[in-house]
Every structure is written in C-alpha cells, then in structure tokens.
C-alpha cells in the first residue's frame, strides 16, 4: 500500500509539472519576452542602438535609423518635431556636449504589428525600454556634472525585409 501511494504521488507530481511546462512558451533569458527569431533580432538591433548611444558613434546610429524616421519629442507642439535629418543635427550636438557615457536598457516588451496577419515588410515592433544612463557635461559655469537619468522609453522599428530600422524614440 505504502508503495502505491509513493506512485501515485509521483505520478501526480510528475503530470502537474508536464502540464505547466507543456503550455507555456519559451523566453528569452532574462525577460518576459517571447524567444522568437524576430524578437531576437528586433533586441539585436535594441542592442546595437545602445552600443551606439555608448560610443557616442553617431554614424552608426544614423545606419540603425530609418529614413522615414520621426520624433515628435513627446509634446504638443510641432517646433521640436524632426525627421532623418535632423536626427542627424541632434545627435552630432548632444555628443559633442556629452563625455563618458553610460547607456543601460532593460527591454520590458515588445509588441508587434503587421499591415497583414503574415510577418514581413512593413511590420513595426514597439519596445518597451527602461533607461538607466549617465554622462558628463560642462554646464554654463564651466563646471562638469554627471547627471543620472532613469526613464521609459518607446523604440518603434520597422522591418524592412532584411533588417529593423528605428523610425521613432531615439
């Protein structure tokens, strides 16, 4: 008797754990994210970006960047809106005020969109991206700072049918 209930036991364990496993998807280590090929690569191109912002490589940022790129800063007003070349103007201006820097992103989500149900040119995947960075700067004193800045931000990038590209959010 004493040996049945042991295999009952273990039988019971042993489909409790099957059945919490079977159902739920894989994700990529680290996050809450499903670990699909285009996740993957939509968090390579996250990390190249971050890289990038690092190394104050403003060229590469530009090549990450779609030309259809668009911010509007997250205000109302339209005067500090601007497209592929200005991203241009407003990167090469914050590097050269900003020394040392250090660019954390933590991805919470992404959330993909498709013109069709089918995966392709076109899609937009929207990152949910927690910002963790610092930088020196010289202020108007002449004095440096190093400011931290913890924020939220929303990359949007586009699939372009061989790569993402970021068209808003940097």
Request: aromatic content about 6%; hydrophobic content about 40%; some cysteine.
């Amino acid at each position: 008797m004493k040996h049945l209930l042991v295999s009952v036991v273990a039988l019971a364990a042993a489909a409790s754990l099957g059945a919490g496993c079977g159902g739920r998807q894989r994700t990529i280590a680290g996050t809450e994210i499903p670990d699909t090929e285009a996740n993957r690569a939509v968090l390579e191109t996250v990390d190249a970006y971050r890289r990038a912002v690092e190394a104050r490589d403003a060229e590469t940022l530009m090549l990450l960047a779609s030309t259809d790129y668009w911010e509007d800063s997250g205000t109302p007003s339209a005067s500090d809106d601007y497209g592929y070349d200005g991203l241009r103007q407003v990167l090469a201006g914050r590097f050269q005020q900003a020394d040392d820097i250090r660019f954390a992103l933590r991805t919470v989500s992404i959330r993909r969109q498709c013109p069709t149900k089918e995966f392709g040119p076109g899609c937009r995947a929207h990152v949910e991206v927690l910002i963790d960075a610092s930088f020196s700067v010289t202020d108007a004193r002449g004095q440096e700072r190093r400011p931290d800045k913890r924020d939220q931000n929303e990359l949007v990038l586009q699939w372009t049918g061989d790569k993402w590209t970021i068209v808003a959010g940097m």
